[in-house]
């Protein structure tokens, strides 16, 4: 229509005849160089259909925000390289907007629009999960911590003011962003998720708020994006989820995840989308699972994956893999599941996910010691009749060995340097954290105020979020954690200073544990069960900056402390920092936050560090243990996520980089 529109002027001036001879040129044109039509990707006699072709999607969930940018590519083309024609993404608010009214695209690590067209360059179409909500064992699951800046509000319902802050995050930054790269528009993205297992927390045929906010995203979506794009819910993959998350009709494409029978998914769904307009899917389909501190790494068999993944082939339907590559909670992005208050189970720094396409980019084995990526890459090979294209090789690794720590500091002797603000007082108790502003939606939290009087007695913390340790005039008195709360002895003299470190050690993710998930001491703080009246001061450590700690000679063990270790690095290669003989913390390479570490409850006991963090020449890693250091530690050639042993099943090529 566009083109016959743009002829009709030059019909007026060259006549009929002259303009069929240019219309045909133009068509004959169009034709040898590939565009005959605009690209279309929709649904019709229950398929997918891609320019007029059924097509089905063989995707695999990478998630950009856990993959360093410089290995984007890497791993694009390693799940492509499994079969794979699509590939399947989250996008998180708070990756985006930490602050609000900041919205971040441009930055390397969150340049969402840089990660689509490089799926595109390679050929693979893209699934977004839009949000607003994603989960995703994601640190609030995805929500940005100023949404309880005035404390808590009612989330993933049609309330003020939350809506409002849902348009301007979806109306006004990432629908128009996103909307450039719309398959229609001769991008790669092909379906924009709405919401995300909202069956899990609301329910839509009961509450009007939960329907009309379903139906404000569809409208939201629909508005600034158009009418060119599958949008869809997914949810699990029975009619109750369904019922209580989707939206019947055409507005949307339901489908289910999991879909641990396949046909009875594929029938919930039909019950939910109009006919002709029902292509089944598998929106998750799992090849591993999560895994918090404290647990088991999970294991899953490759056969069973394998299996599983032709099961849902051979029944006609597409399929996403949760996950193709899990990748890593960098910084302080891991989240937790649980119900809320002492319910609480934090998610470890890997997310490795026991995924084919494991967290440092080798081979993922499953349970049984088989290859769970050659396994997935010959039941998609079966099915498609094309043999894959060959992998490149891992990249290069190395166990850069034992490096000595020289220099130490004291937590409570920097906190000035560690603080970018001045400390805030309350008349009376401590309070959460989040209305403090940035520099305390994540990491610490330090409470203190000086005892008025002598006390002795059991100290207790009401509420505290999520992990204390108590001090008096700088000693260590005791821990108390969310999960198993415990009272702590305390002795003071008349004028001591009392200090409480609350660490902050992710935010629930998924269901209504979310709902009052705030940080910092929610509770009175009570000794000898007299509250402890204050005034307190609250000092935020967001732990962003640790240019100014004053570092000591010779090395204190003592913690909660930071440890500095430098080495030289002639050629950079992925390593990974071994946790063995520490307790527990967080560790920076050359100022990149690599995460959280828990030796003594695991399973994870190495941090990934991918080889962009380095450089030639000295490198700097800087170690907060909060109970106790050590004076040297360890960069090991493989990760240590506590799986059974494979090394014997494992290509020769990869032991070549690994050791």
């Known amino acids: 229509s566009n083109l016959c529109a743009n002829m009709a002027p030059l019909a007026g001036r060259v006549g009929v005849t002259a303009m069929a001879a240019v219309l045909f040129a133009t068509v004959a044109t169009a034709v040898l160089t590939g565009h005959t039509a605009s690209p ?8 997918f259909q891609k320019d007029g072709k059924e097509f089905r999607i063989l995707a695999g969930c990478i998630h950009y925000s856990r993959v360093p940018p410089e290995l984007w590519e890497d791993r694009l083309v390693r799940l492509k390289s499994m079969g794979l024609n699509a590939i399947q993404t989250y996008v998180p608010w708070n990756w985006h907007e930490q602050v609000k009214g900041s919205v971040d695209f441009s930055s390397p690590s969150r340049n969402l629009p840089a990660f689509l067209s490089l799926a595109q360059k390679h050929g693979l179409l893209v699934v977004l999960r839009a949000g607003p909500y994603m989960c995703g064992e994601w640190e609030f699951g ?12 009612p989330l993933r319902t049609y309330s003020q003011p939350y809506i409002s802050h849902v348009d301007d995050w979806w109306g006004k930054s990432l629908l128009p962003t996103v909307k450039p790269h719309l398959y229609a528009n001769g991008g790669a993205v092909v379906m924009v998720q709405v919401e995300n297992e909202y069956g899990s927390y609301g329910d839509v045929s009961k509450h009007p708020t939960d329907k009309q906010y379903m139906q404000h995203l569809v409208q939201l979506a629909r508005t600034q994006l158009g009418s060119d794009v599958i949008l869809f819910t997914t949810d699990g993959g029975n009619t109750g989820y369904m019922t209580r998350g989707s939206l019947p009709g055409a507005d949307v494409l339901t489908v289910g995840d999991g879909c641990g029978n396949p046909e009875s998914c594929w029938s919930a769904q039909q019950q939910f989308n109009p006919p002709g307009l029902s292509a089944p899917m598998c929106s998750e389909c799992y090849t591993g699972w999560l895994t918090h501190w404290g647990e088991r790494g999970a294991n899953t068999s490759s056969a069973s994956v394998a299996s599983h993944t032709a099961r849902v082939l051979n029944a006609n339907g597409s399929i996403s893999l949760y996950m193709g590559h899990g990748g890593t909670n960098f910084g302080f992005f891991s989240g937790a599941n649980g119900n809320g208050g002492s319910s609480y189970a934090p998610h470890e720094t890997s997310y490795d996910y026991d995924s084919p396409v494991a967290e440092a980019g080798e081979h993922g084995y499953g349970s049984d010691h088989a290859d769970k990526y050659v396994a997935l890459q010959q039941v998609f090979s079966d099915f498609t009749g094309v043999q894959p294209e060959p992998e490149r090789p891992l990249m290069p690794r190395k166990a850069f060995g034992t490096i000595k720590v020289t220099a130490s500091a004291a937590l409570l002797d920097n906190i000035p340097a560690l603080s970018p603000r001045a400390a805030a007082s309350a008349t009376t108790a401590p309070e959460f954290v989040e209305q403090y502003g940035p520099d305390c939606y994540y990491g610490f939290v330090l409470y203190e105020t000086t005892l008025a009087l002598a006390l002795s007695g059991s100290l207790a913390i009401d509420k505290v979020r999520d992990r204390a ?41 998924f269901s209504h544990g979310m709902d009052d998930e705030l940080k910092g001491i929610l509770g009175a703080v009570t000794l000898a069960g007299k509250a402890v009246a204050g005034p307190w001061s609250t000092h935020c450590l967001p732990m962003t900056n640790l240019t100014g700690l004053k570092w000591q000679t010779p090395v204190s063990t003592a913690g909660p402390a930071f440890f500095r270790a430098e080495f030289d690095v002639d050629t950079v290669a992925d390593t990974f920092f071994s946790t063995t003989g520490w307790v527990k913390g967080i560790a920076w390479i050359n100022g990149f936050n690599l995460g959280r570490y828990w030796e003594t409850k695991g399973p994870q006991h190495t941090l990934y560090i991918p080889s962009p963090r380095l450089k030639r020449g000295t490198n700097e890693l800087i170690i907060l243990d909060v109970h106790n250091g050590t004076t040297e530690a360890q960069l090991v050639g493989q990760p240590d996520l506590r799986k059974p042993s494979s090394e014997q099943r494992l290509p020769k090529w990869w032991w070549t980089f690994g050791k």
């Open 40 to 47: 279309s990707f929709k649904v019709a006699n229950d398929q």
């Open 469 to 509: 340790q108590v001090f008096v005039d700088g000693n260590y008195m005791g821990t108390s954690y969310r999960v198993s709360p415990t009272s702590i002895d305390v002795t003071a003299k008349a004028g001591a200073k009392l200090q409480i470190l609350v660490e902050n050690m992710g935010r629930i993710n």
């Open 142 to 153: 995805g929500f940005p911590a100023w949404l309880f800046s005035n404390g808590s509000i």
